[in-house]
């Protein structure tokens, strides 16, 4: 089983940064994957970014390329997600995922482990 603990979220205007961080405990070696979700009042839960353990190279959304990064420190089994330019429509309770996954990393279903959220407001 793998725990997975976010923090970093909070308010932010337009144009404005937030680093989000997600700690990972337990069995790390069961995964390959570990992505950021989020999910907005009324919409589906969609993928941001993921990093595939060990791959170097980050996976993006086309609404945030140029804009977030994805990174992970191994030492500290943590996952991170640099934002910038943040925009209204970032608003969105954003999820640290982990799980065994495919060439897909965009599929929530394919995510075995979640984190509890952190909200992400981003006012005009």
């Known amino acids: 089983r793998v725990q997975l603990v976010e923090s970093g979220g909070g308010s932010v205007q337009a144009g404005g940064s937030l680093r989000l961080s997600c700690a990972a405990s337990?069995?790390?070696?069961?995964?390959?994957?570990l992505a950021w979700f989020r999910q907005a009042p009324g919409k589906e839960r969609e993928g941001v970014a993921a990093?595939?353990?060990?791959?170097?190279?980050?996976y993006y959304a086309d609404s945030v390329k140029g804009r977030f990064t994805i990174s992970e420190d191994n030492a500290k089994n943590t996952l991170y997600l640099q934002m910038n330019s943040l925009k209204p429509d970032d608003t969105a309770m954003y999820y640290c995922a982990a799980g065994l996954v495919g060439p897909r990393w965009d599929v929530s279903a394919d995510f075995g482990y979640w984190g509890q959220g952190t909200q992400v407001t981003v006012s005009s």
């Open positions: 337990g069995s790390i070696h069961s995964i390959n994957c």
């Open positions: 990093i595939y353990i060990g791959g170097g190279d980050g």
